[in-house]
């Protein structure tokens, strides 16, 4: 069955601190995509990035970076020196061979 | 193609009264997915759809709950005999399947009274 855990519900960072959302997951497919998605409080859920099962390279995006670890089931996402603006609720999701499966969220506050 | 467009973006219903709700989602996606969020939730799986075919639906899914995609385009929700428990924000996203990410629309935010 698909589970995605993020079990950190709220986190509360200083402006500039860095900090990281983890995200574990369950799957029964040998092929699939992990993602992350920011909803800011406008509401609107936007992707931020897709990870293959097959590529565990960490990929770095501005002040944005995602370690993939198929060993330990766990797709983590680091912001680095956060600012005020990347205040949201983060989700990690999940797809294979079936629906697109998203995890209860962690909502990030940085504090100016 | 500007993106998924979901309508109405707000509707307010009495109790036992029927609603529908109508996505459009990027013209050349085959997926679509309908979920349900509600307040400091994450989105719910209610069903999603691989062209006209409806390929999965959440257990959890009432069956006044239905969806429909006639020509593998656009997608109906219709939610009959509205409970208060059924307020909530419904999302549309689209995606080309077996490629991955998800384009989500602003939702509709049901509201019952």
């Known amino acids: 069955a698909q589970k995605v855990t993020q079990a950190q519900t709220e986190i509360s960072v200083v402006e500039k601190e860095d900090v990281t959302l983890d995200c574990v997951y369950e799957t029964r497919d040998t092929t699939y995509y992990l993602f992350w998605y920011k909803q800011p409080p406008s509401g609107e859920l936007v992707f931020l990035i897709r990870r293959n099962s097959f590529d565990e390279q960490n990929e770095i995006s501005g002040r944005y970076s995602w370690n993939f670890q198929k060993s330990t089931s766990s797709f983590n996402f680091t912001i680095t020196a956060s600012q005020v603006v990347d205040s949201a609720v983060y989700f990690c999701a999940e797809t294979g061979a079936n629906n697109l499966f998203f995890g209860t969220g962690t909502r990030l506050t940085v504090i100016p | ?113």
């Open chain 2, 1 to 113: 193609d500007t993106g998924v467009s979901q309508d109405p973006r707000h509707k307010i219903t009495k109790r036992g009264q029927n609603v529908t709700f109508r996505c459009d989602p990027i013209s050349e996606h085959n997926r679509l997915y309908w979920y349900r969020q509600t307040l400091g939730q994450g989105p719910e799986f209610l069903t999603y759809f691989q062209n006209e075919a409806q390929l999965e639906k959440s257990r959890l899914l009432s069956d006044r709950f239905s969806a429909e995609r006639p020509k593998g385009s656009f997608s109906t929700l219709e939610i009959q005999r509205t409970e208060q428990g059924d307020s909530a924000m419904y999302l549309c996203a689209s995606s080309l399947a077996g490629a991955g990410e998800a384009f989500f629309g602003q939702g509709t935010r049901l509201t019952v009274v």
